[in-house]
Each structure stands twice: as C-alpha cells, then as structure tokens.
Nanobody, 114 residues
Framework: QVQLVESGGGLVQAGGSLRLSCATS????????MGWYRQAPGKQRELVAT???????DYAESVKGRFTISRDNAKNTVDLQMNSLKPEDTAVYYC????????WGQGTQVTVSS
C-alpha cells in the first residue's frame, strides 16, 4: 500500500526551477515531520530539507537559499520548491514521513543539465 505519492521532477537546465510535491494521508501527515531526501548515483541518500508539524524547517547547507520546503495542512501535502538548480542537484528525490514506522515515497528523478 503506497503511503506517500510524489509528483513533479523532470529535466531542467541549470539555473531553472522545479517543484516537487508529496501527498499522504491525514493520519500520517498530522503527526510527522515531513522531509525530502535525495540520492545521486554512487552516493548515499542525503537529507535535503525537513519541515516539522510546527512548521520549523531545516535545510542542507548545499540548498539553503535556493530550495524552500512547505506543507499544506489542508491538502496533506509537502512541497519542495527548487530554484537556481545546479547539475549537482541531479538525483532521485524521495519524500519521507518521519514517524513510526517511517515512510518513503517511490522517488522522482530530477536531472539538471549544464
């Protein structure tokens, strides 16, 4: 049973923008810190950004000032707005709900061409 459904992603030129969205159930969304992680080929999965139920956000240093995470409590969605994209942002991006058990989305490919 799919708990997190991601959308967005794709191919964009360097300097461009993309928006990722992740939808889940009210049950999961209301109690979870939601986050986005990414995994590039040959690298470990890394945190990109998280947003707590309180709205507190946290970002990886590499994306600060370029990416914005937000959550819509009415729609039970968490979005990641990515601006000024760089080739090194190329990765599979995963949505995460940090609860017990933890949930992961299926991943969505983001490719930034130079």
């Amino acid at each position: 049973q799919v708990q997190l459904v991601e959308s967005g992603g794709g191919l964009v030129q360097a300097g461009g923008s993309l928006r990722l969205s992740c939808a889940t159930s009210r049950r999961i969304f209301s109690i979870s810190t939601m986050g986005w992680y990414r995994q590039a080929p040959g690298k470990q999965r890394e945190l990109v950004a998280t947003i707590a139920v309180t709205g507190r956000t946290d970002y990886a240093e590499s994306v600060k000032g370029r990416f914005t995470i937000s959550r819509d409590n009415a729609k039970n969605t968490v979005d990641l707005q990515m601006n000024s994209l760089k080739p090194e942002d190329t990765a599979v991006y995963y949505c995460n709900a940090d609860t017990y058990p933890t949930y992961w989305g299926q991943g969505t490919q983001v490719t930034v061409s130079s």
